[in-house]
Structure formats: structure tokens, C-alpha cells
């Protein structure tokens, strides 16, 4: 059985960030872009993750509420100014959308679901994040587009990664 990852999170018992922490830790097994269950639960096997544990508050909104919480957020957030801070706020929306996010040599980022792969290299790092999270954007507004009541979870700092930064000219 396919899942997505907000049905599988619901199916868990956990918020979706967890998911998407299990995926990256290669513990679960993907089919595209969906969760294929059983697979999942036979790599786990007698693994087991507490659920109980305290975990970010979730939004549970849909995809064009998501659309209009991250327009409704532009301009309000300084750009980030440290690597680490420019690599935080690309995770979470790159987490947001469902894409995997590798920072690559000289400043590079890459982004990358199960269909496409996206290179944002030659500028600054700063540079380069502001043109990913632009992607990502356009990602959410065709996906608010094409299904906006389709509910999902976001965390605040998933909405505020999206958002446009405040620009200090």
C-alpha cells in the first residue's frame, strides 16, 4: 500500500517533519514520492519511535491556506544572515515542499524531489538560497493551485522559510 507523507504521518501517530526525519535517515522506503507501507514496515522491523515525544506545533491547514499563510508573512523576516541561519530557513522549505536539499561546494545548493533536480550555483550562498526558496515557492503556489483544499501539516517555521524576505536597501 502507497501513502503519502502527511497520510502516512497520520497513519504513525507523528507530525510529518518526523516522517521526513525518518526518510532522511533512510528508514523508510519510498515509491516515487509516496510511502510504500509495507516496505517501510518490514526495514523497521522492531524499530520503534516514540510518538509521545514534545514535537513543533503543526498547522494543519491545506494547500492554498498554506499559499496564503506564507504570502501573508512576506516581507515581515530579515534575511538570514549566517550559513547556518541561510541553511536552516532552505531546509525547512525545501522539507516544506517535500524536496531534499544538498549544499554543494562554492556556495551551491541543490534541490531535488523524485522528478526534477534543481542547481543554484555562482552567486553568494545568500544569493543562491533566495533563488531556491523562489523556486519552492512557485512549487506551492502550482500545488495551491491544482489542489487547495488537499489538507496537509506545516510547521510556523516551514510558513516563514517560504516567506519573502524583508529587504534592507
Known amino acids: 500500500m502507497l501513502m503519502s507523507k502527511s497520510a502516512y504521518a497520520k497513519h504513525r ?3 510529518r517533519q518526523t ?11 519510498l515509491s516515487g514520492s509516496k510511502i510504500d ?3 517501510t514496515d518490514s526495514l523497521q522491523n522492531g524499530n520503534t519511535h516514540n510518538a509521545s515525544q514534545p514535537e513543533e506545533p503543526v ?5 492554498g491556506k498554506l499559499w496564503e499563510a506564507v504570502k501573508a508573512s512576506d516581507g515581515k523576516l530579515p534575511q538570514p544572515v549566517t550559513e547556518e541561519q ?9 522539507r516544506a515542499i517535500g524536496y531534499s536539499v544538498e549544499y554543494l ?3 551551491g545548493i541543490y534541490l531535488h524531489d523524485f522528478d ?16 531556491a526558496i523562489d523556486l519552492l515557492r512557485k512549487t506551492l503556489c502550482y500545488a495551491a ?11 510556523q517555521a516551514e510558513v516563514e522559510s517560504l516567506s519573502q524576505w524583508r529587504r534592507e536597501d
Not at 19 to 29: D, L, P, R, S, T
Not at 59 to 63: F, G, H, N, S, Y
Open 13 to 15: 501517530g507523528v507530525s
Open 19 to 29: 516522517v521526513y526525519a525518518w526518510i532522511e535517515k533512510g528508514e523508510v522506503v
Open 37 to 39: 507501507v509495507d516496505a
Open 59 to 63: 498547522l494543519e491547514i491545506t494547500w
Open 86 to 94: 541561510i541553511q536552516h530557513c532552505v531546509n525547512l522549505a525545501a
Open 105 to 107: 561546494e562554492d556556495n
Open 116 to 131: 526534477a533536480e534543481h542547481y543554484f550555483q555562482g552567486g553568494q550562498l545568500v544569493q543562491n538560497a533566495d533563488l
Open 145 to 155: 493551485d491544482e489542489c487547495p483544499d488537499e489538507p496537509g501539516d506545516w510547521t
